[in-house]
């Protein structure tokens, strides 16, 4: 069984200031892992993805990750959030060959200016 | 990257009444698709997963006589909402799954049923 916990449902930060959402999963196997973005009425938009490789995760727009296995957690950070960056994130876990995608309930990103 | 496309964007349909919504992928073949649905401010829920040439695979709780699945070919998924009623007033959402890398997903369908 897998799952996938977002601690915070919405998260507020000021425009060039660092964004910080959490995630922990659980998972009986090696997990894949992944942040996908949605912006209003949108479809998703994968951010990145951890597959076992490199534990700290570059994505796109500024955005990284790191899997921290002791911590169960994989957190997603940019170091300047930008008006744009205001959408719903989505922390997705996997195990490692198994299609099936399992969502956390997501946190929205809101910038201040 | 990989496209996924659905048709139509947005739907609005008398209650009883069927719909239809295609889920393409444009630029590679995918031997199985997901259909999702998505409550206003909520997670995206896995309802079924379309295989091609073979029956649907549904999670528990999802009405396979309601939601009716066809993955005729390596492109295309079909989900029609049969007999539809308010409640199914949502946001449908496919992807594909592109073997070694990851889901792609569409940008979804929003069906209103009056």
């Known amino acids: 069984a897998q799952s996938v916990t977002q601690l915070d449902s919405h998260v507020s930060v000021s425009e060039g200031t660092p964004v910080l959402l959490r995630c922990n999963y659980s998972?009986?196997?090696?997990?894949?892992l992944f942040w996908y973005v949605q912006h209003p009425n949108k479809g998703l938009q994968l951010l990145l993805k951890?597959?076992?490789?490199?534990?700290l995760v570059k994505g796109i727009n500024g955005f990284e990750a790191e899997f921290k296995k002791s911590e169960t957690s994989f957190h997603l950070t940019k170091p300047s959030a930008h008006m744009s960056d205001a959408a719903e994130y989505f922390c997705?876990?996997?195990?490692?060959?198994?299609?099936?995608?399992?969502f956390g309930t997501g946190t929205r990103l809101t910038i201040i200016p | 990257g990989a496209v996924v496309s659905q048709h139509p964007s947005w739907v609005i349909c008398k209650s009883g009444t069927s719909v239809k919504i295609e889920c393409r992928s444009l630029?590679?073949?995918?031997?199985?698709m997901f259909w999702y649905r998505q409550f206003p401010k909520q997670s995206l829920m896995l309802m079924a997963t379309s295989n091609e040439g073979s029956k649907a695979t549904y999670e528990q709780g999802v009405e396979k006589d309601k939601f009716l699945i066809n993955h005729a070919s390596l492109t295309l998924s079909t989900l029609t909402v049969t007999s539809a009623h308010p409640e199914d007033s949502s946001f449908y959402i496919c992807?594909?799954?592109?073997?070694?890398?990851?889901?792609?997903f569409g940008p979804g369908t929003r069906l209103l049923v009056l």
């Open positions: 997705v876990v996997s195990n490692f060959g198994n299609e099936k995608l399992t």
């Open positions: 992807s594909a799954w592109l073997v070694g890398e990851t889901q792609y």
């Open positions: 998972s009986s196997y090696s997990p894949s």
């Open positions: 951890y597959t076992s490789a490199a534990t």
């Open positions: 630029d590679f073949q995918a031997t199985t």
